[in-house]
């Protein structure tokens, strides 16, 4: 059994911690681990060995590696990168292509990155239930059991018994309150989960018999594939012409072969703050804290902080969320409408729904300290063997103190070894890297001045995580 994580989302209901740069799925939101690093967890339990098959954009491509590097060795997983977002049934039929070209009737489970369950056992013992079933070449979904009238969640209607499952009558949207309770009442409804698991020789059967048109393309890219790395890239153009669709549409709603195994696993898609305040253990008030957080006759509220202190006096059913850049205050019961904030920040040219000020690179990451006109400080942490590629800036100067570690720098052809406390400067227009090559993390101080300040002044001439 091969477990295909789909781990391109962007969660954008989750701001102001999930951003397009660093979504959800690499976020500790239920407990120490990252929703992606929990993923993997489960399907380790399912095999002390497990083969993984990570679906991702090329934007992720650095974090979905060291997420997995985290939880297993790097024999044990593969990357597949998507050159865009076609939704589900392309980023599963690639997956597909990748496993039958090894064997065909391998066996497909597919993971959405972002969710989370607090009965890994009842996840364990649905998989195993539903293992017979695909193995014999049906397609299996599973259905969560609803324990509430939900209006978020699409959901699944049951027919008849088959083995350990029911074959699948209907897909059904998100329904209003009323039709969800009335779901919740008959029994024959579960909520659609996203999960799937199917033999791939079968999942292709059924998307060249449903959709021609994508299997064509996801194959086309398939076949002119290539290696970078710890990564399998296929073929740009081809798979630009791959229709977007999800396996529901694809083929499930499609297929007489379809059929829903029930799962009772304390099963979410923290979807919003509400989903997450759900999820989780609450004071005697109702609320969720995290971080250094203090109330005062505050109830049903989510609160967190990244770092700063947040006080809270006499509010209720409330989000208040810190990082170190945004602070949001919501409205507990008016969280689906982030995504409006969110877009208001794409229109009106902000970075804030983009990205953090603490920003992940391959190499390490970099905290913006502060900025002004002409100037911009950073704090940059480079892990041991990590190193920045060989570039110049047209607009801005540079200058690097280290904070702790050992530097070596390459500037115009020289090489330089600089310790504590010792700096050097990058005038503009000078070819220069920086790199770590001590077994220590290397922290530095950064001072840039000049004209512009962005990051698209950058002009690489040798990388070695062969970014462009």
């Not at 220590?440 to 840039?448: A, G, K, R, Y």
Request: with cysteine.
């Amino acid at each position: 059994m091969i477990a295909v994580i789909l781990a391109g989302g962007s969660g954008t209901r989750l701001w102001p911690m999930s951003r397009e740069a660093f979504p959800k799925q690499f976020l500790p939101l239920t407990s120490g681990q990252s929703l992606l690093e929990e993923t993997v967890a489960r399907s380790q339990r399912l095999d002390p060995k497990p083969s993984v098959l990570a679906v991702t954009s090329e934007a992720h491509r650095f974090l979905v590696a060291e997420h997995l590097n985290q939880q297993m060795p790097t024999t044990s997983w593969s990357v597949l990168l998507e050159p865009e977002s076609r939704n589900t049934a392309p980023a599963v039929a690639l997956a597909a292509l990748d496993a039958s070209a090894r064997s065909p009737s391998e066996l497909l489970l597919v993971l959405p990155s972002d969710h989370a369950m607090s009965d890994s056992q009842a996840f364990l013992k649905a998989v195993g239930e539903g293992d017979e079933l695909a193995r014999a070449g049906k397609m299996v979904t599973f259905g969560v059991t609803p324990r509430s009238a939900e209006t978020g969640y699409g959901y699944i209607r049951v027919g008849v018994q088959e083995g350990a499952g029911a074959r699948v009558d209907a897909f059904v949207e998100k329904p209003d309150a009323e039709t969800a309770a009335r779901y919740r009442d008959s029994g024959e409804y579960y909520w659609n989960s996203g999960m799937f698991l199917f033999r791939a020789d079968r999942y292709l059967e059924e998307l060249g018999k449903w959709r021609p048109d994508i299997l064509a393309a996801c194959r086309q890219a398939w076949e002119a594939r290539s290696a970078d790395l710890d990564f399998i890239r296929v073929e740009h153009q081809a798979f630009d012409t791959c229709p977007a669709d999800s396996i529901d549409y694809a083929i499930m709603e499609h297929t007489g072969e379809a059929v829903v195994v029930p799962l009772d696993a304390g099963w979410s898609d923290v979807g919003s703050w509400e989903a997450l305040w759900d999820l989780q253990e609450k004071d005697a008030n109702g609320n969720v804290c995290r971080g250094d957080v203090i109330t005062e006759s505050v109830t049903g509220s989510y609160i967190h902080s990244d770092g700063r202190l947040v006080a809270a006096l006499g509010v209720e059913d409330h989000v208040i969320v810190e990082t170190d850049d945004v602070v949001l205050v919501a409205d507990r019961a008016r969280v689906q409408s982030i995504k409006g904030l969110v877009a208001r920040l794409r229109a009106d040219g902000r970075e804030e729904h983009r990205q953090h000020r603490h920003v992940h690179r391959p190499w390490g990451y970099y905290d913006q300290i502060a900025s002004g006109e002409r100037f911009q400080v950073k704090r940059i942490t480079v892990h041991p063997g990590g190193s920045l590629s060989l570039q110049k800036h047209h607009h801005r100067a540079e200058h690097w103190v280290i904070v702790s570690g050992i530097a070596t720098v390459e500037r115009e052809g020289e090489s330089f070894r600089l310790d504590v406390d010792q700096s050097i400067d990058i005038p503009h227009g000078q070819m220069h890297r920086l790199s770590n090559q001590e077994t220590t993390p290397l922290e530095l101080i950064e001072v840039q001045t000049g004209s512009y300040l962005g990051e698209d002044d950058i002009v690489r001439f040798e990388d070695a995580y062969n970014r462009e």
